[in-house]
């Protein structure tokens, strides 16, 4: 809680990349949710949903202060099923992708930001078109910096989002990576369940998604050798964030598992990534462009909303829900991943409790 005047020091990334690989096990890098049962195998960490009430999640340890992360994932098919990949600060800053289970929604994923300064729902979502992403590896991007968000698939920028006359609702503060899978067909808002296409059907269960490789670069807004990062005030301002430094820099905790380790970790020099992409003319909420107009450096006009040249179609326009953070935690029973805080409308507040988390020492 930011608006506390003694807010704890966020642990940093820092300066070294890390690369996760599921493939060889857990890794201490982040996280699991209680209750999850995260199993691993050749396509990495197996995500399962077999019955309402199982959300399987993983939450990283540590901050990112802008920079870059690659997750390379399949997917959950099943109508009312939800895959999701995000940055959630502890001012509810959030940046997302999501994907819906749907036989109909087979062809895109959802792009999502949301700023503690501007929670309203429903203006900043665009779908960008992705080949058959419940049955195909993909590796999807956010590539975060102070001047521009990007949302990429398989290296490919699809849609930006420019810091320059998006001040106030830009997300900019340090972040952890929350991998999830849960069931918003499930929940008791019907908002929710509309979103994610309806009911599951369980005689199809058990929905399965697979979680291969993440890729963690933090640029610590420029700032060598960052090991925490700290509010000075309540602003929710990246100038308001102390990055306190030292030689230390990312240390995985110590692993006591019989499990290979997950996690390597390369020297790289700390600084603010510029990413670059085709899209121009952005407007509120970034402008998403097709594979193909990427590739070809053409830039795609943008509406209010942004907007988005289907690799189909040549056009698509972006879904909406009132909310896609549902149901409650125990200790034994995972919650759906808590984050998604700007879809919560004020009549389903209540119903977002936050994600019990137990710390699992690999």
Known sequence: DTSKTACPADPAFGSQKITVDFTQGASSVFTEAAGANVQYGAKGAVFTISEAGQAPSFTSNNYLFFGTVEVTMQVAPGQGIVSTFFLESDDLDEIDWEWLGGADKNSFGQSNFFSSHD????????????????TEMHTYTIDWSPTQLVWKVDGVALRTLPYAGNENVYPQTPMQIKLGTWCGGCSSANGTVEWAGGAPDWSQAPFIAYYQKVTIQDSSNGVANAVSYQYTDESGTKGSIKINTGNAGFVEPNSSAAKPTATTMSSVVSSASSSTSSAAGAQSTGTAVSPTTAKSATS?????????ASANSGSATSSSSTSSTTGSGSSSTPSPVQGEAGRTSAANLALAVPLMLALVVL
Not at 119 to 134: A, L
Not at 300 to 308: D, F, I
């Open 119 to 134: 929670m309203t729902y429903g203006v900043n979502e665009i779908d960008i078109p992705v080949s058959s992403p419940q």
């Open 300 to 308: 795609a006009a943008a509406a209010s909303t942004g907007s988005l």
